[in-house]
């Protein structure tokens, strides 16, 4: 029962999913932001969230995806979840230019923070997040599940600064997502400590700080 709920939690929890979620949280859980002069998530027409969403999903989540499902039956990596540390350069280098081409896509379509930070910051947080991790990886198998995570937390507590009102229980349930995930990995065997610490550690560390910077730099 604990192998089934540990595979179960890493499926619910993929890397690929936690930026999505929360875009998913920060848009439809109310809120106020502190500046009325930026935009945010909760605050836009539904009709532009639904497309957003959809952009975001597809480059960010069922892109990567489909490519990973590619490189797997070219044999390229064994394993859909990137189990193999000396197969993680080339799935990596994919996750960073979907991340790379969906922050040029809004910072290009999308000029001057027309748009909430989080569709900037987000895929550019992605994007260098990636960067560490490929060159963490030449020494440990720094753990994606983590990693994502991390982004999820980072996230909702950049945008968390930014509002006179939110939802406050999201952030310990986001913790507790992140607790699962972890001892999900250990239990499996798939990481040691060291691996899903650091990689939480810096998900939500330079996640935060991207959306942070981004935001003063607007």
């Not at 605050?43 to 969403?53: A, I, R, S």
């Amino acid at each position: 029962m604990k192998a089934i709920l540990a595979h179960f939690f890493s499926w619910v929890f993929l890397p690929l999913f936690m930026p999505t979620y929360g875009i998913i949280l920060t848009m439809y859980l109310p809120s106020m932001p502190d500046d009325l002069s930026h935009p945010t998530m909760y605050l836009l027409p539904t009709e532009v969230k639904t497309k957003l969403l959809l952009l975001f999903f597809l480059f960010s989540a069922a892109a990567p995806g489909l490519s990973f499902l590619a490189l797997h039956q070219k044999k390229v990596i064994t394993t859909i979840d990137i189990e193999n540390q000396r197969e993680r350069n080339i799935p990596l280098l994919v996750m960073m230019a979907y991340s790379l081409v969906l922050f040029l896509l809004f910072f290009i379509k999308a000029p001057d923070g027309i748009i909430p930070v989080g569709f900037y910051a987000l895929p550019l947080s992605g994007f260098i997040l990636t960067a560490v991790f490929m060159g963490i990886n030449r020494w440990i198998k720094i753990s994606l599940h983590a990693g994502g995570a991390g982004i999820l937390v980072g996230y909702l507590l950049a945008y968390f600064v930014e509002q006179q009102q939110f939802e406050l229980w999201i952030l310990p349930v986001a913790i507790i997502a992140s607790g699962l995930t972890i001892a999900a990995r250990l239990y499996l065997d798939k990481h040691r400590p060291i691996e899903v610490y650091s990689g939480w550690v810096l998900g939500v560390f330079l996640t935060f700080f991207t959306h942070y910077f981004y935001l003063k730099a607007l």
